[in-house]
């Protein structure tokens, strides 16, 4: 029987299922990983594959999201990073978010706003292995002037319908901002 934080992260997914059932394939691999790795696949040396919390930033007005030119891979995409042993991955998404944008004040969301499992590539003595990413809706407050941490080379705000249209928008970058749009908010 899966620890009550496990559990409530598989009935996260399962309800996440039922409002994306276009992912249901991804979904049925992060609920794999979850009942075969338990605790383990929240840390960095769970291989293949762990989890990671990462955050759909938004400003106050909710026009614009906060995108990082990630220092490793090279490529514009959300705060986020590894769970480091915490289930709580609401709570990683907000640490991370407010760790590589250094905005205070920020307010975190509890339901999955999105998923996406991506191959992260051998670096060094690391071998690749897969992000089991959970990403929720962090929210910035009055003050929206960030400061660049070490693990980014760049931060910038950008409008949501441009990350939606743009044709070098990375594809889950996409896809979270066409889930924001069609939210209406």
Do not use: C, N
């Not at 399962?14 to 691999?29: F, L, M």
């Not at 991370?96 to 205070?104: Q, R």
């Amino acid at each position: 029987m899966m620890a009550a934080p496990l559990t409530s992260l598989a009935q996260a997914l399962a309800h996440y299922a039922t409002r994306w059932p276009a992912e249901d394939d991804v979904v049925d691999a992060f609920l794999i990983l979850l009942r075969e790795g338990g605790p383990d696949a929240f840390q960095r040396h769970h291989l293949p594959g762990h989890f990671t919390g990462s955050a759909w930033l938004v400003s106050a007005d909710g026009r614009r999201t906060l995108l990082t030119h990630h220092r490793k891979l090279r490529r514009w995409l959300q705060p986020g990073g590894h769970a480091d042993g915490e289930v709580d991955l609401p709570a990683v998404a907000l640490r991370e978010a407010s760790e590589e944008s250094g905005l205070a004040g920020l307010l975190g969301e509890h339901e999955i706003f999105d998923i996406d499992r991506h191959l992260i590539p051998a670096r060094g003595v690391e071998p690749a292995h897969w992000h089991y990413d959970v990403r929720y809706v962090i929210r910035a407050t009055a003050d929206e002037r960030y400061a660049v941490s070490e693990e980014s080379l760049d931060l910038a705000w950008r409008a949501i319908e441009e990350v939606a249209t743009a044709v070098a928008t990375e594809p889950s970058l996409r896809r979270m901002a066409e889930k924001w749009l069609a939210k209406g908010e």
